[in-house]
Antibody, heavy 120, light 108 residues
């Protein structure tokens, strides 16, 4: 079955960077986009952007451009989100998510989430 | 950006009752690109409905979606105890992908 397994929780200082991984299994990793969605504690869902694992092409919401980088290692079916210049309001659970064939924006599969805490 | 406004913010109902959740979009949206998710505390969201009215795999038939244009509805015909959660609508017909702010469905 399809699984997205994310890396563990992180605690970072303001101004630092964090890199979260998302390891895919149960399907062909390069067949569908990987998306990243975050959720601050007690808040709603915020889509950050997408990556095509086959081409490496990415797209971001404007507020994250210049600060977020999405990469992948196809040999181990893993996608990465790196967020730099961290601020306290970046404290959130970060999810990777994938649609399904023909439905790229309907997120059927989700990682378990990675809590990133930014605190001095 | 397409803004999604969900109502009500909180819905208090009892098991066995019918729940009707609303999602309004700031501009007309093809129903193809409207989805609903359920989220329980400490869990990732779960896709319930895609294409405004199609149930995702494994979703019970008490969940149904409808709507078109700017008005969409998620209906839970008879609430089970496990249905009390937060529900989000989401669109990807316009960029960026956006979510509504959520409706909390709580036990009365």
């Amino acid at each position: 079955q399809v699984q997205l397994v994310q890396s563990g929780a992180e605690v970072k200082r303001p101004g630092a960077s964090v890199k979260v991984s998302c390891k895919a299994s149960g399907y062909t990793f390069t067949s569908d986009d990987i998306n990243w969605v975050r959720q601050a504690t007690g808040q709603g869902l915020e889509w950050m952007g997408w990556m095509n694992p086959k081409s490496g092409n990415t797209g971001f919401v404007a507020k994250f451009q210049g600060r977020a980088t999405m990469t992948r290692n196809t040999s181990i079916s893993t996608a990465y989100l790196e967020l730099s210049s961290l601020r306290s309001d970046d404290t959130a659970v970060y999810y990777c998510a994938r649609g399904f064939p023909g439905r790229p924006g309907d997120f059927l599969h989700w990682g378990q989430g990675t809590l990133v805490t930014v605190s001095s | 950006e397409i803004v999604l406004t969900q109502s009500p913010g909180t819905l208090s109902l009892s098991p066995g009752e019918r729940a009707t959740l609303s999602c309004r979009t700031s501009q007309s949206l093809s129903s193809t690109y409207l989805a609903w998710y359920q989220q329980k505390p400490g869990q990732a969201p779960r896709l319930l409905i895609y294409g405004a009215s199609s149930r995702a795999p494994g979703i019970p038939d008490r969940f149904s979606g409808s709507g078109s244009g700017t008005d969409f509805t998620l209906t839970i015909s008879r609430l089970e105890p496990e249905d009390f959660a937060v529900y989000y609508c989401q669109q990807y017909g316009g960029s960026p992908i956006t979510f509504g702010q959520g409706t909390r469905l709580e036990i009365k």
